[in-house]
Nanobody, 128 residues
Framework: QGQLVESGGGLVQPGGSLRLSCSAS????????IAWFRQAPGKEREGVSC????????FTPDSMKGRFSISRDNTSNMVYLEMNNLKPEDTAVYYC?????????????????????WGKGTLVTVSS
């Protein structure tokens, strides 16, 4: 049974950077995608970025590209989300999630319906 544990959230000033970590254990690397989502108060959960554990192919929506970057370390079962030039509107609970990805673009998996496992989330607050 897969397990996801996020860490690295906290308070950061506007313009600052933060790196979130996701420990992803119990998943078969051949056919899973690990993704980051976020949910701000009163808003729907939205996809931030995702990466294939099989070949490292990744997808970040245009709205996030340039400031958010995902990476993985298969040797330690870790997935990271590097966040730069943070803005107050980035304030949200950030979730790590895992879903099965057998074929096609990983971009097609960056939606909540494609995820089978979820972490409990880590809070990121961007404020001066």
């Amino acid at each position: 049974q897969g397990q996801l544990v996020e860490s690295g959230g906290g308070l950061v000033q506007p313009g600052g950077s933060l790196r979130l970590s996701c420990s992803a254990s119990g998943f078969n690397r051949d056919y899973y995608v690990i993704a980051w989502f976020r949910q701000a108060p009163g808003k729907e959960r939205e996809g931030v970025s995702c990466i294939s554990t099989r070949d490292g192919s990744a997808f970040t929506p245009d709205s996030m590209k340039g400031r958010f970057s995902i990476s993985r370390d298969n040797t330690s079962n870790m997935v990271y989300l590097e966040m730069n030039n943070l803005k107050p509107e980035d304030t949200a609970v950030y979730y790590c999630a895992a879903g099965i990805h057998l074929f096609g673009s990983v971009a097609n998996t960056l939606n909540t319906h494609a995820m089978n496992f979820w972490g409990k989330g880590t809070l990121v607050t961007v404020s001066s």
